[in-house]
């Protein structure tokens, strides 16, 4: 059976998508078009590449995630050199090292730029806070004179993936009509984390579903545990800055998936992990990629039960 999917934002609990994917793989499901968010869309454009979930988890295997957190030597002074860095460069890490790993994993596929797999096959949401804009990637490129079809994919999934301040922003340059009338200074947009303004965009196929033959459900795969009552321990600024967000990534998107799609919702849990614990060791690694196995095989377990499988 063949669905569109939809992939939550979440930091490193993505690791948990993983488990999830591995569980409709068994269910018989295949991945038709794929959309996501910050981590979301990395596992949505491994699987647009023809990644399995078996490669997946041993690629999850591989990568010290810790070693994502790259910043020049000079910046890691205690307290001063965290703080010069968000002054200078409006982020804690460079995401340099996040859109390498990415692009080597795609390329191993033989995918670079969205003209290597099928046209509305791979959508990535990111936040243009220049012009306080959702971005679907890559058809929004467009409005800034951007060929959508060239654009490297490992760049828009380090986009979508820029959580604010903790990564640096991706900057773009308008092109041709886009900055014509501009000064220099206005020509340049600022882009993070999709998050920002849609965390799970699972309203992404429903335009699908508007006349025309019958659509492909469209499962969503949502991370919970967000909203628990453990209060965040905020010690500084950029202990603020980590609970601003991931208060904010809990809220996005709730209202309408309570309402409207719990039925075809996914909801692992992350077992009290924060989207930013990079140093995660292989046991909680481990149990997050599991807790995703066990959602999404009780989740295809019901769809059987209900006949829709």
């Not at 096959?121 to 951007?146: C, E, F, M, Q």
């Not at 209060?231 to 800055?241: A, D, K, L, Q």
């Amino acid at each position: 059976m063949q669905i569109n999917a939809v992939f939550e934002g979440g930091g490193v609990k993505g690791i948990s998508l993983a488990g999830a994917v591995k569980a409709a793989e068994t269910a018989g499901i295949q991945f038709s078009r794929v959309a996501g968010t910050s981590s979301g869309s990395i596992v949505a454009s491994v699987l647009a590449a023809g990644y399995t979930a078996d490669e997946m988890k041993l690629i999850i295997e591989s990568t010290p995630f810790h070693s994502l957190l790259k910043r020049a030597p000079i910046f890691n002074a205690k307290i001063v050199g965290p703080a010069l860095r968000v002054l200078i460069k409006r982020g804690l890490y460079s995401g340099e090292a996040l859109e390498s790993w990415i692009r080597n994993i795609l390329l191993e596929k033989g995918m670079l730029t969205f003209s290597d797999i099928p046209s509305g096959k791979l959508y990535i949401v990111a936040s243009d806070i220049t012009n306080g804009r959702l971005l679907v990637l890559p058809d929004d490129l467009r409005h800034y004179g951007i060929n959508p079809s060239t654009f490297p994919v490992a760049k828009a999934v380090r986009m979508s993936c820029s959580i604010p301040y903790f990564f640096d922003p991706v900057i773009l340059r308008l092109l041709g009509r886009a900055a014509k009338g501009k000064s220099f200074n206005e020509q340049f947009v600022y882009v993070v984390d999709g998050g920002l303004l849609s965390n799970f965009p699972l309203w992404l196929f429903d335009k699908d579903s508007l006349g025309g033959p019958k659509p492909l459900p469209v499962i969503g795969f949502q991370m919970v545990g967000k909203n628990s009552n453990k209060p965040r321990v905020i010690n500084g600024p950029f202990s603020m800055m980590t609970a601003m967000f991931e208060t904010m990534l809990s809220a996005h998107d709730e209202r309408y998936i309570e309402q409207r799609n719990r039925s075809r919702t996914i909801k692992i849990p992350t077992l009290g992990i924060s989207t930013t614990q990079f140093d995660l060791t292989k046991e909680e690694s481990e149990s997050l990629y599991a807790s995703g196995v066990r959602a999404g095989t009780q989740f295809f377990s019901r769809w059987k039960a209900e006949g829709r499988l």
